[in-house]
């Protein structure tokens, strides 16, 4: 439903070398609908193929464990980062994010973390960090 000219097109990520990365990963849809609009390109974010398939997916797996041994609700917002000159891609110009984060709180337990990952080849999987320390990193604030 975006205007043509505010959306991505899958030939912008064609011969990118960038991956369709999910914000809201397909795994984590419970239903068959869900899974299929998980695949909109408003879903996505051009990721690097390598950190998406290895790190990224290790993180996603990591907080979809979490949520299974919880008591309660869980709460995730996942999200690029963006600097202040951002690549773009294909003709639509779509922007490329320098890193991607997932955050994670449990009401149940007060809890909240944050894994940032910078979207490059060289990323590796690493211990999340405070949701105050991303704030200054990124300056983006999600929840108070």
């Known amino acids: 439903r975006l205007p ?8 912008d990520y064609r011969r990118s070398g960038l991956s369709r990365g999910h914000m809201a990963a397909a ?4 239903t ?3 899974k299929a609009q998980s695949y909109s390109l408003a879903n996505m974010v051009p990721q690097d193929p390598t950190q998406n398939g290895k790190p990224w997916a290790q993180i996603e797996k990591d907080t979809r464990r979490y ?11 996942t999200g690029p980062v963006f600097g202040p000159h951002p690549r773009k891609i294909g003709a639509g110009q779509v922007w490329v994010p320098d890193a991607i984060f997932k955050m994670v709180y449990d009401p149940a337990t007060g809890q909240r973390w944050v894994h940032l990952q910078a979207n490059q080849t060289s990323t590796r999987a690493t211990k999340p960090i405070s949701y105050e320390a991303f704030v200054r990193r990124t300056g983006i604030r999600l929840v108070d």
């Open 4 to 11: 043509e000219a505010e959306r991505a097109l899958l030939a």
């Open 27 to 30: 795994g984590d849809m419970a």
């Open 32 to 34: 068959r609908f869900g």
């Open 67 to 77: 949520i299974r041994r919880a008591q309660g609700d869980v709460y995730v917002i």
